[in-house]
């Protein structure tokens, strides 16, 4: 496996579901180059052979094996195999099989041109009060500022936000002006943000480091630099940031 | 060498080329008004619980005139049994009859458009007001006796008119859903703060008001998709009057060179006129009735 | 319904084509179409206190006159088979189209269904 | 009998006498012809301006790539005169003129180049050849198509030069940003982008109503729906797939023109709030609705862009290897199946935008279900290879490359299908490649083959072998050197559609080290515009010096196509004819010659 993501220059996966899907892309890409080359052999052996040269007089039968649409039966074979072994489990893991919010470190993203933007909900584990009334490109989750419960929620606005390793995540990707594309190459996430919808995904990072999020989708004029930093630490340096953050955001950290 | 089938019909399809290319074209505009449908019923389904004061977002309804509806459907429905009963005569080989229920046709054409164009400035002259306080009224404009068009706050603002006067609707034309609970008459006069009582007449302070919109398109998804579907209708519509008044009184010498030919356009153009009834059979109760 | 009735029937059609007495045909549709439309403006009125029911008796009465029209106005019930080919092509991706569409919405991932973003 | 043949000898006769008589003048003859094989033509050159002007838009866009930041090698300046400082201070591309430029080259090349080509160009003068008809079904509707297409491409290049520059949301044209990049302006190149939409769809929509309806009732005696030419299938399928999957995306088109203009808000959801504050509209749509009617079409789409290709393949391969076509019934069946299920995959370019499990396993499926139509054409094709007496002609070796650059292209596919596996390569450059393999030197190549194959039939005149091989090599190598890397560039996270190349986002210490391919593809670009040069050369020289076709049947074909006068003429046919077998009567054992032609008794 190691070998075989290496030769598809697969970025270093960091999280625990994207191994799944590492096998999946390897195993797709086996079953691709077994075709091509499969094909490709008989294309150029079928070429060379009979070319006008050699072969002045054409067959009007042709090949009369029945090969072929045994290999088409294998094809498609396979293609259900990997259907049913990989991709729908997979995907149904991801979407529908969420962990508890109370045993995860839950996230509120919101995309916004051009960045991206973090919401914990503070050692009181309760969201402060939003409302679109309040929003504005500085205070892009709409918190009321007067709302107790907002006292002490965290906010990362276009800075670097941290989670903690080997604990389940969920984020709540949402946007307030187009459509982005929460994606983290190396966690194997990818979660278009769309105005007025809240879309959770969720992961478990295994993995300390620095990562970056892409916006991979088209979303205006600096698309490119639509660029997101998080980092992956151990529980307790992030229980420590938590609480700074907590007590100097008070309120959630408004500019 | 001649394009074959302009008139006969192939053997083996029994059809005649404009036949083929007729249901074909309906077959597109099936899909095209089909992606309509499916759009109105995905923002319908999708939009939020409509109560005041979020006009905007609300899927207001029961604002259309039923029986003005109704009457333009029978002007449809009536059009579609005429442009038949002209088909029929072409084939008696009785011109002046044909050309008689022609006009019937072209008429009620002309017809359903004249009132679809009163609706629309119904529309167009009918205001929502929402106020400062929350609450809000709909209604139409007085001023100087006109009841103009398309006026916003900032058209109010720009006139430095102190107070606007209104006709109010009462109760407010904004109701609920079916199946929601409809406002009795006393609480909406409860809600305009007492004004009202039949078609009352207000004074509305311009500082009291907070938005101050017609009728129209940007109104909300549902006065944009009304607009849209039945400005398309009444395109196709026009388009078919337009085709039909030109092949029966401009193009009609065509009845002395090749009368058979002649028919088929006429078939196919009924078959097209048709085809917008049955939008509108689908299109009236849909945006008028539920 | 025995084969016998129905080409009898088929044959009075074509027949019929020629006369002027079919035209009463298309009053008897066109009559049904007008009464079919007060039906619904009526139906409509009354408070059946179910979005479903409403939405279905309206369809229902709509779907009745358009089999009216386009079967015997547009001469649907006895047409040639390419053009039953094409409008079954049609009517099929157009129920895949209107299907899908809707099924997409519905079936979304937990709590994505909130049509307002800023609610957590 | 008898007395019929004469008639339309007699008849045919008086037309040419009176052809003599009046001459059309220019604008009847070049403008406003109803003959489909002029249409065919105008088509054509068209859309090989077009083809053309996309590529230079799409050099200029790698020049960009390659120096992230800097002033536009070549051409920077001009776009700095032409379009202004704010699209290209400096000669360096801004943002904005990237993604118009982007969205310009998706645009053009899809709905301005290959649709009208493929179908536009080698439909209309091939198809009514192919099936012995006189003309198109409507030739005035046909005319009107031209024109619709033609007037829809002016308003797109129109587009670029006024103020805020074309539509830059990309040819996907998502709102909310297709209404929010440019809301300040009452006419952008958005309002533009959709205007020209609904000209180019109305186009299309007119000429597949008149594909079909010639099809089903313009072939000539004896042209039963086995005996068609692969080619007239490929193009009958295509027909329905423009014709019923268009209007969905004419009607989100209208209704994003109400968004933009009228300030509806059928796309847009309540509560947008930009830098500028909150967005004055009145909310309550759903972008997604967009999404879903744009690839309802944007789908079929792809297979409109594919199938005229495997037709013109098809024929060029059968007469090229003297056999007929192994499978030609499956083919057929597939190239049913493929319409068919065209319109039940489009999701899968939505698998991210937040699908449940049961939806997206239904999109899955179908889109497995049909990979596999499409391996049993290219398994008919490369199985027909098998036993012939293969010449390697111009026209064959751009066919030849179809069948494996196209399997490249598709097979990529498949891992975009599985949507876990599209979780880590959607909208990376991985998708590009995928496309590109498909359309570029996939289908384009099929187009060359065309071209170089009809050229003679068309102008009496055949292109230059060794220029045409020049063409081909360059091509083949040139456009394996751009696309190949694409693979490597998306499996290692590189997102698309970024006009500094992705140095931003990879540039600080987590360079996966596939950036400096940016350099190398945009070479290898160059290189594909050197080796163009020969076919243009080619193409417009040959009408005056290439060698003369000695008979009208040069590449001693079967189809009816061959059996007119060269050019032919107003009528096509001389007679009409009749046929008597199938397709593609090639070797046929104990036979004379080693092709009998369709409408030949015996
Ligand atoms: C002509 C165009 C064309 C064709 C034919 C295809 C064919 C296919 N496409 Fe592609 N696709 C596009 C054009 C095309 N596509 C475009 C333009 C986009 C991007 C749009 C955008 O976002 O801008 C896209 C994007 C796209 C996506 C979305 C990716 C994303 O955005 O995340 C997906 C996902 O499922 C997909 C899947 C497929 C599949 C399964 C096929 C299948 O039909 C392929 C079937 C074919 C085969 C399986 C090959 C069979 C051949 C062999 C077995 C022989 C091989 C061997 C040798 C020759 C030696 N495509
Ligand atoms: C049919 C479709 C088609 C075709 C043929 C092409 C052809 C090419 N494309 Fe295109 N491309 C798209 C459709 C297509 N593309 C789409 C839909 C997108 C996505 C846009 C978006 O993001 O919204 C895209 C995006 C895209 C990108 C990604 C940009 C980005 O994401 O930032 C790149 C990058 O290199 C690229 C490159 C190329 C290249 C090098 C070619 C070359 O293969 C071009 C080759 C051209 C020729 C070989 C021309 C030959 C013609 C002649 C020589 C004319 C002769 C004239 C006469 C005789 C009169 N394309
Ligand atoms: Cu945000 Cu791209
Ligand atoms: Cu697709």
Not at chain 2, 28 to 52: C, H, K, Q
Not at chain 4, 357 to 384: G, N, Y
Not at chain 4, 571 to 578: D, I, M, Q, R, Y
Request: net charge neutral; aromatic share 14%.
């Amino acid at each position: 496996m190691e070998f075989f993501s290496k030769l598809l220059f697969l970025h270093e996966v960091a999280s625990s579901h994207g191994k799944g899907l590492d096998e999946l892309l390897i195993y797709v890409h086996l079953l691709m180059a077994s075709l091509f080359v499969g094909w490709l052999a008989f294309f150029v052996i079928a070429v060379f052979k009979h070319r006008r040269s050699v072969n002045p007089k054409a067959d009007y039968v042709g090949a009369r094996s029945h090969f072929s649409t045994y290999a088409e039966i294998g094809v498609a074979a396979i293609e259900g195999l990997l259907l049913l072994g990989f991709a729908v489990p997979l995907w149904a893991k991801s979407v529908d099989k969420f962990p508890e919010e109370k045993d995860a470190t839950v996230i509120q993203i919101m995309g916004q041109q051009f960045a991206w933007n973090a919401h914990y909900a503070g050692p009181d584990g309760k969201w402060g009060k939003q409302d679109v009334k309040f929003a504005s490109s500085t205070n892009p989750f709409g918190l009321d500022s007067g709302d107790a419960g907002a006292k002490d929620d965290i906010t990362c606005l276009r800075e670097k936000f941290l989670i903690p390793v080997g604990k389940e995540v969920i984020c709540k990707i949402s946007s307030m002006d187009v459509i982005h594309c929460f994606k983290l190459p190396r966690m194997r996430v990818t979660q278009d943000a769309i105005p007025g919808m809240s879309i959770p995904v969720h992961f478990k990072p295994t993995k300390v480091g620095d990562y970056t999020i892409t916006c991979a989708q088209l979303c205006g004029n600096l698309h490119s630099t639509m660029r997101g930093e998080f980092k992956v630490v151990e529980q307790a340096e992030f229980d420590k940031w938590f609480a700074e953050k907590a007590k100097a955001g008070g309120g959630g950290g408004f500019e | 060498m001649e394009i074959p089938y302009t008139v006969k019909p192939r053997p083996d399809t029994g059809l005649y080329n404009a036949k083929v290319g007729i249901w074909l074209f309906l077959a597109s505009e099936v899909m095209l008004f089909g992606a309509f449908f499916s759009s109105y019923i995905l923002l319908r389904v999708g939009a939020p619980d409509g109560f005041w004061p979020d006009v905007a977002t609300a899927w207001p309804h029961g604002l259309l005139n039923i029986p003005i509806g109704t009457f333009n459907t029978a002007v449809l429905i009536i059009s579609s049994v005429t442009v038949l009963l002209a088909w029929a005569s072409l084939k008696e080989g009785n011109l002046p009859k044909f050309k008689k229920f022609m006009a019937a046709t072209i008429l009620c054409a002309l017809g359903f458009l004249a009132i679809k164009s009163y609706e629309y400035n119904e529309k167009f002259t009918h205001y929502v007001i929402r106020l400062k306080d929350g609450t809000a009224v709909t209604g139409h404009l007085d001023i100087d006796g006109k009841s103009p068009r398309f006026w916003s706050l900032a058209t109010v603002e720009a006139k430095k008119l102190e107070s606007i006067k209104v006709h109010v609707d009462v109760p407010n034309q904004f109701r609920y859903p079916v199946g929601f609970k409809h406002e009795t008459h006393e609480e909406a006069e409860a809600k305009t703060g007492g004004h009202g009582g039949g078609h009352g007449e207000r004074e509305i302070k311009t500082a009291d008001i907070a938005l101050l919109q017609a009728f129209i398109p940007k109104t909300g998804t549902f006065f944009a998709i009304y607009f849209t579907m039945t400005f398309l209708h009444g395109l196709h519509v026009l388009g078919g009057a337009i085709v039909m008044a030109y092949i029966a009184f401009v193009g009609d010498g065509m009845w002395k060179t090749d009368p058979e030919r002649y028919t088929n356009r006429i078939e196919v153009a009924g078959l097209f006129w048709h085809f917008v009834d049955l939008v509108w059979i689908f299109l009236f109760p849909v945006v008028y009735l539920l | 319904m025995s084969d016998h009735t129905h080409s009898g029937a088929a044959e009075a059609h074509e027949h019929g084509h020629d006369h002027a007495g079919h035209n009463k045909i298309y009053f008897v549709i066109g009559a049904a179409l007008l009464v079919g439309t007060i039906v619904t403006v009526l139906a409509r009125y009354w408070e059946f206190n179910s979005v479903a029911l409403t939405v279905a008796v309206a369809l229902f009465i709509a779907s009745i006159k358009a089999f009216l029209v386009a079967g015997y106005f547009m001469h649907l019930l006895s047409e040639k088979k390419m053009i039953y080919l094409v409008l079954a092509t049609t009517a099929a991706f157009l129920v895949g189209m209107v299907g899908l569409i809707l099924w997409s919405d519905a079936d979304q991932p937990r709590g994505s269904t909130q049509k307002i973003h800023y609610v957590p | 009998m008898h007395t019929a043949t004469t008639h339309a000898q007699a008849h045919g006769h008086g037309h040419e006498h009176a052809h003599e008589h009046h001459e059309p003048g220019f604008w009847a003859k070049y403008i406003f012809s109803t003959d489909h094989k002029m249409i065919g033509i105008q088509y054509g050159i068209t859309s090989l301006a077009f083809l053309f002007f996309g590529f230079l838009l799409m050099l200029a866009m790698r020049q960009q790539l390659a120096n992230p930041g800097q002033p536009v090698p070549f051409v920077g300046k001009l776009l700095e005169k032409t379009l202004g400082a704010d699209a290209a201070s400096g000669g360096v591309m801004q943002g904005d003129l990237y993604n118009a430029f982007g969205a310009m080259h998706g645009t053009i090349m899809v709905f301005l180049a290959i649709v009208p080509l493929a179908f536009g160009a080698f439909g209309n003068y091939v198809t009514p050849l192919q099936i012995g008809a006189p003309d198109m079904a409507f030739p005035r509707l046909n005319m009107a198509s031209y024109h619709l297409y033609f007037w829809g491409g002016v308003v797109m290049l129109v587009s670029f030069f006024i103020p805020g520059g074309a539509a830059k949301s990309g040819w996907t044209s998502y709102s909310p940003l297709a209404t929010l990049a440019d809301m300040d302006r009452a006419i952008n190149g958005q309002t533009m982008w959709l205007i020209g939409m609904v000209l180019l769809i109305t186009s299309s929509l007119l000429g597949a109503v008149n594909f079909i309806a010639t099809i089903i009732q313009l072939r000539a005696k004896g042209m039963t729906w086995m005996r068609l030419p692969f080619f007239v299938w490929a193009q009958f399928v295509t027909a329905f797939l423009l014709l019923l999957a268009f209007p969905p995306l004419e009607a989100a088109g209208l209704m994003q023109l109400a968004d933009n203009v009228l300030k509806t808000s059928f796309f847009l959801p309540t509560g947008l709030v930009t830098s500028g504050g909150p967005v004055p509209v009145s909310g309550g749509g759903s972008p997604l609705l967009w999404q879903h009617l744009f690839w309802f079409l944007a789908h079929p789409e792809v297979y409109v862009l594919i199938l005229p290709a495997m037709g013109i393949v098809s024929e060029v391969i059968a007469n090229n290897t003297r056999k007929p076509l192994w499978g030609y019934k499956s083919m057929v069946y597939a190239a049913l199946g493929i319409g068919f299920l065209a319109f039940i995959v489009w999701a899968h370019h939505m698998y991210l935008t937040g699908m449940g499990t049961k939806i997206s396993t239904f999109f899955q499926t179908t889109t497995m279900m049909i990979s596999i139509p499409s391996v049993i054409i290219l398994t008919a094709l490369f199985i027909s290879l098998w036993g012939g007496s293969i010449r390697f002609n111009t026209p064959m070796l751009f066919a030849l490359a179809f069948l494996p650059m196209f399997g490249i292209g598709g097979l990529t596919g498949l891992p975009l299908g599985f949507n876990a596996s599209d979780i880590y390569l959607h909208d990376s450059y991985y998708v590009i490649g995928h496309f590109h393999y498909v359309v570029a030197p996939g289908t384009i190549f099929g187009l060359f083959a065309g071209v170089y194959f009809w050229y003679p039939k068309a102008t009496g005149r055949f292109m230059s072998e060794f220029w045409g091989k020049v063409h081909f090599f360059g091509s083949l190598v040139c456009m394996n050197l751009i696309f190949a890397p694409m693979f490597v560039q998306g499996l290692r996270g590189m997102s698309r559609r970024m006009y500094d190349g992705g140095a931003t986002y990879f540039g600080n210490g987590v360079d996966p080290g596939v950036l400096w391919l940016n350099k190398f593809i945009t070479h290898a670009a160059l290189g594909l515009l050197i080796f163009q040069l020969p076919f243009i050369w080619n193409f417009f020289s040959s009408l005056f010096v290439g060698k003369k076709v000695e008979s009208d049947n040069p590449w001693q074909a079967t189809t009816l196509d061959w059996q007119t006068p060269t050019p032919p003429p107003h009528g096509n046919f001389a007679t009409e004819p009749v046929v008597y077998r199938g397709p593609y009567e090639y070797s046929v054992p104990g036979a004379a010659k080693d092709f009998i032609p369709q409408g030949q008794k015996s």
